[in-house]
Structures are given as C-alpha cells and as structure tokens.
C-alpha cells in the first residue's frame, strides 16, 4: 500500500503532511512520488489567498478521473481548504473525497483507514500511544535521518482576527500544544540528526496563554534549548502586540537561540493599522525594534507588508514606505492586498486601490528593500560566520548563518549537518558566497 501527499502553503502545512506521513506509515503505507501509484492521496491545502485556493480546486478537480479509473482510491482533503467549521459544501461538490480533515489533523483520515479503531489524534495520550514519541515514528522515512532543520508545530490556531486573514476562520482559536509533547518530539528529531528546529505558530509569541500554570514560549525556548542534539533554535511568526521584554531577553541570553525574529508590521500608517486591526502604532512597532536591537545588537529582523489595503492612499503608502526606509530591517515579505471571501475586510470595506497601483507601490518597497539588503549584506564582506550547511544544490553547499542570511560554499567534502566557520567572499541581496577556513573531516552518511 504506499500514500502520495500533494502540500501546499505555509511550514506549519509542511509540519502537518510529515505527521501525516508518519501517520501513514505507522499503518503500513509507503511513500510513493508517483500519484498515480498511489492507494491514499492526502492534499494539504492552503487558502491564505485567493490564487492558492483556486490552485487547490484545481489539483482536486484533477483527481476525480484517478477515482474513476480506481473506486478504491482514498482521496483525503485536508488543511485550510476545508477548515474548522464544517465542509458540507465541499462534500456536494466533490463527492468522491472520501475524507475532510481539518488542519493539523490527520486523526479523521486515520479513523477511515482504520475502520474506526482509532478515531481521533487530538487527545494528547491518544497520539503518544499511537506515535510512541520514538524517533521512528515523528518523520516519514523519505526524510527520517536526512533533514537538518525541522518545523515544530506550537501553537494551532489564532485567536487575533486581523481584518484581512482567513486563517482564524479556517485553523480555528488558539490552542498551545503541552509542552511535554513538543519537548519529546523535538528530542526525537535531535535522534534522526535535526540540528536546528524552528517554533511555529501563527503568533507564536503567544504559546502558553491559554495554559493556566504552563510556561510562555520564553520559558519554552528554554527547555528546548537543553535538548542534546540540538544546536540551533527559532521560531517564527511573532506579533508586536505580544513581543515583550521577557522574550527578548531570552533570545539575548540563550545561545541556541539564533538572532533573528519574524516581526510583521504590515503597514506604517496608523490609520490603516486601525483598519487592519492590528492592535498597535507604527510609533509602537519602531520602539518595539529599538529594544530588540538595545539588548541584542547583531539581530536580523523581518517583517511582513500589505500594499493596497482598502483606502490605502499615496500618502498613507508613503508611511509604510518611510518606516522601512528608517527601520533598514534585513527581509521584508511583500504583498499586495486580495480580497478574501468571509474576511472583516472583504464584508465591509471596499478593494478600492487598483492593481497598477498596487504593484507601483509594491515594486517601490522591492526596490527600496533590496537596497538596504544590499547595504547590509555588505557588512559580512570578508567576515568569518558559523554556517550550518542544510544540503547541495547544483554543486554548493547551502547553508544560513545565525542571522538566516543564505551562504553558498563550493567544496567537495561533505557539510551535510555541520556548522562551520566560514570567511564570506561575496555578498548580494538574497544570498553570500564563502570559503571555508578548515578542512572537514570526513564523516559516513
């Protein structure tokens, strides 16, 4: 029997097909890269925005004559696309899905193949039996033993119902994971060679305040950060109204903690703040950056930006524009406003900038970006960094520095899983180049 997932989205959609994937293959299944070998289809969709969904229709439109050619093919829909509240409707439309899982979840999938002996994942115990938390059992074989860096689900949900996201209506309210669990699976991966694993949740800085007496992810940072086997930590994505002193100090103050946080402004206008209900002023999110950059100097900083938000004006724009020209933050993720259907947004206001001017303004942030990237990418010129060297791609080694900047190294020996001090060469927006400084012994793969 072999399964095939199709994934789509975010690292949190990447962490939930491997626990599927695991899932599966606790059950006997195989994996198979050929869809049409396969016995179970899992999709993992994503519906962040509007073309990724369609994308999503389309690929399970495209399943339906596999079904056909084969009645006993398990078709398994899961993700954002079929959320938390019910999929009735997706049921009418393609009824040869045989199974709805919502995100997160591969608890339904497993029922079916089951025949209802084991009917749900979500209860903590339920999973620690079926899984036995070993290092066997948290990564499909295709990957166990081969990933360096890993994405551990922490927090599901979200409880801050920004006026433009969907995710809230589709992953349902915040729910932090114990934290026994997430401290066992980390411990597993370290088993399977994982040197660095990344915290996620959709504000992660919010872990732990739906726990009465648990610890908040300061406290959770801490206890991964003793897992042996592990030598790099971080997480991602955090939010200004919960990123505090507390947390920046244990970034400052715990070595395997890496210096570089996912700080999302989205916009520099405060009136368009409002209006996207994000809870703070661009005042406010610059203090927030001077702390970070007070108690740990070297610290990279990203964020996220919306360009066209509904009744965005030029000089509104010109705002964002000037926080990011100031701020000199080393990644900015860009994008430009879509509607999505059953947002705030969407119900009540009006998608009245027009997409010339979106992608002018958006083109203008692109551009702005890159030259400070390129400024500060040029500091690294001839500087010796630990890299962490995750695989080879077209002859390079690839690997980040504790800042996440993106290091190319030619060599022959193998850097699979090391970090290594390296001397950068050549530096550019997106990636470096570098030579090494040591040899490298050889090690058995």
Known sequence: ???????????????????????????????????????????????????????????????????????????????????????????????????????????PLVSYLTQGEIRSLEDAETTRRFFAMDEELILPVAERGKLVSAHVPIVYGCSHACTYCIIPYRRGIERSRPVGDIVSEIRALAAQGVKEVTLLGQIVDRYGTDVPDGPNLAGLLRLVCEVDGIERVRFLTSHPNYFGNELIDAIASLPKVMPHIELPIQAGDDTVLENMKRGYTQQAYRDIVAQIRSKIPDCSIATDIIVGFPGETDEQFMQTYQVLADLKLDVA???????????????RMSDDVTDTEKMRRFRLLEDLQEQIVTEINARYQGQTVPVLFEEKVKGRWRGRTPTNKLVFVETTENLKGLTVPVQITWTGPWSMQANLLQQIAPIQL
């Open 333 to 347: 993720h860009l994008a430009r406003y879509s509607m999505r259907e059953g947002t705030v947004a969407t119900r």
């Open 1 to 107: 029997m072999k399964y095939h997932i199709w994934t789509e989205g975010c690292q949190m959609n990447v962490a939930d097909s491997q626990r599927v994937g695991s899932a599966l293959e606790h059950l006997g299944y195989t994996h198979t890269a050929k869809i049409e070998s396969a016995d179970v289809i899992v999709m993992n969709t994503c519906v962040v925005r509007q073309s990724a969904e369609d994308k999503a229709y389309g690929r399970l439109s495209s399943l339906q004559p596999l079904k056909q050619k084969n009645p006993a093919l398990v078709i398994n829909l899961m993700g954002c696309l079929v959320g938390v509240r019910g999929h009735d409707k997706l049921r009418k439309r393609f009824p040869y899905v045989d199974v709805f899982s919502p995100p997160s979840d591969p608890g």
